[in-house]
Nanobody, 122 residues
Framework: VQLQASGGGLEQAGGSLRLSCVASEGTFSGYSVGWFRQAPGKEREFVASIMRDASMVYYRESMKGRFTISRDNARRTVYLQMASLKPEDTAVYYC????????????????WGQGTLVTVSS
């Protein structure tokens, strides 16, 4: 599975962005998909994930209420809607897919996409 993330950019604090992750091939609906991010000088961290059939979603605690993950299996696409952005949300955001039922850690990922940079100005 090849994953292509897009939608990053420069946004002001309090603004919104929507990231997209498109899978180029494979049975997309057979994978759980997650978003991770890595800020400069920091470790990569889990952001959110969604199960294959979208029946369950998971969020990092600090993202709850601000970020929403969703998927459209017909379009092989997973979205991350980000609202109330903060400067500390600045990072490269990566989408990732895995065969496990749940993804909440990088060790559970089978495929990584390239990142898309999100910069939030204060």
């Amino acid at each position: 599975v090849q994953l292509q993330a897009s939608g990053g950019g420069l946004e002001q604090a309090g603004g919104s962005l929507r990231l997209s992750c498109v899978a180029s091939e494979g049975t997309f609906s057979g994978y759980s998909v997650g978003w991770f991010r890595q800020a400069p000088g920091k470790e990569r961290e889990f952001v959110a994930s969604i199960m294959r059939d979208a029946s369950m979603v998971y969020y990092r605690e600090s993202m709850k209420g601000r970020f929403t993950i969703s998927r459209d299996n017909a379009r092989r696409t997973v979205y991350l809607q980000m609202a109330s952005l903060k400067p500390e949300d600045t990072a490269v955001y990566y989408c990732a897919a895995g065969r496990r039922t749940v993804i909440v850690d990088g060790s559970e990922v089978d495929y990584w996409g390239q990142g898309t940079l999100v910069t939030v100005s204060s």
